[in-house]
């Protein structure tokens, strides 16, 4: 006895998307990325400099900030380095620091606007380890999350709206939400990042002198290969406080990203990193113009994949290329 096997029958009127007049193509194409679903990087430099990565002074803040508004764009990540270093990472906290200075800049500038900062130590120690060292160079703990705290409460002083614990150190985001609420800054946010290792993050370390003197790579960072690592310590992070995580590096990130998207609400947002911009993104020598279109397509998937919002240094340039 032969066996004929039955096909799906074919929907009658039914009209694939892909030959479709291009009207129906726009109409069926799904959620578009928008400036609202990104965050801009700002990397804030006492004066300009030739760097790898572009960098803004404080006078420069206010005009950006302004920008960013006007093509819809609605938080930023700041970044500052300094000039001033030791063993401690206690200019951190000074109230006159250039990330203190910045954040109330930007705020100023646009109150409506997120200010997110980073609360680590790289461009704070001697080192340029993220992390206090005890006298025999290792981490002290202890001593880092009571640098780092007392930084965020500098941070939230100065109108930040979000303080974000960059080391991986554990025990920085518990301290830090102690610090804020002793503080009184109990609406203030805590995303912390999550990050995994890689050498993508060369331009900006560069570009702010946070590179480790010793030539050692992020000791608390984690294995490209163990993700499984990195869904745990994402959710220690949220049973510490955190009320979002940060996810670096964003192209590398993805699988990770739509695993947490299932186990837990904190809002996740990708950081794409400055080797994602210098790599996925070029500048036209006749017209000044960078080509986002390869960004643009890496954080519609991002989006797809569950990100509250991407991170990126080319926020600016994306908002206009879709304004466009």
């Known amino acids: ?82 000039t001033e270093r ?76 979000i303080v974000g614990p960059a080391s991986m150190v554990l025990g920085t985001t518990k301290g830090t939400r102690k610090a804020l609420n002793d503080a009184g800054h109990e609406s203030v946010s805590i995303m912390p990042h999550v990050i995994f290792w890689s050498c993508l993050y060369d331009g900006f370390r560069l570009t702010m002198g946070a590179t480790p003197k010793a030539g050692v790579d992020r000791e608390f960072q984690i294995s490209p290969g163990k993700p499984e690592q990195f869904i745990d310590t994402s959710l220690q992070l949220v049973g510490d406080g955190a009320d979002m995580l940060l996810l670096e590096p964003a192209m590398f990130s993805a699988d990770v990203l739509a695993e947490l998207k299932k186990r837990t609400l904190a809002p996740l947002f990708p950081f794409s990193v400055s080797g994602e911009y210098t790599t996925l993104s070029t500048v036209d020598s006749k017209t000044g113009k960078r080509d986002v279109r390869r960004l643009v397509e890496l954080f519609t998937m991002l989006k797809r994949a569950g990100a509250e919002a991407s991170i990126t240094y080319a926020a600016l340039d994306i908002a206009r290329y879709l304004s466009d």
């Open 1 to 82: 006895m032969s066996v004929t096997t039955a096909r799906p029958a074919r929907s009658h009127g039914a009209t694939s998307p892909l030959r479709s007049r291009q009207a129906v193509r726009n109409f069926l194409e799904g959620q578009a990325l928008t400036p609202a679903d990104l965050s801009m990087v700002l990397l804030v430099t006492e004066e300009q400099a030739d760097r790898p990565m572009p960098t803004v002074t404080v006078r420069e803040l206010p005009a950006v900030m302004r920008e960013a508004r006007a093509l819809g764009i609605r938080s930023v990540k700041v970044f500052a380095e300094s």
């Open 86 to 161: 030791d063993a401690s990472g206690e200019f951190s906290v000074t109230p006159d620091a250039l990330m203190a200075r910045a954040v109330r800049a930007a705020k100023d500038a646009e109150p409506g606007i997120a200010v997110m900062t980073e609360t680590c130590l790289c461009s704070y120690t001697d080192t340029g380890h993220c992390y206090v060292t005890d006298r025999n160079g290792r981490p002290d703990i202890d001593a880092t999350i009571d640098v780092t705290s007392r930084q965020a409460v500098t941070h939230a002083a100065s109108g930040a709206d």
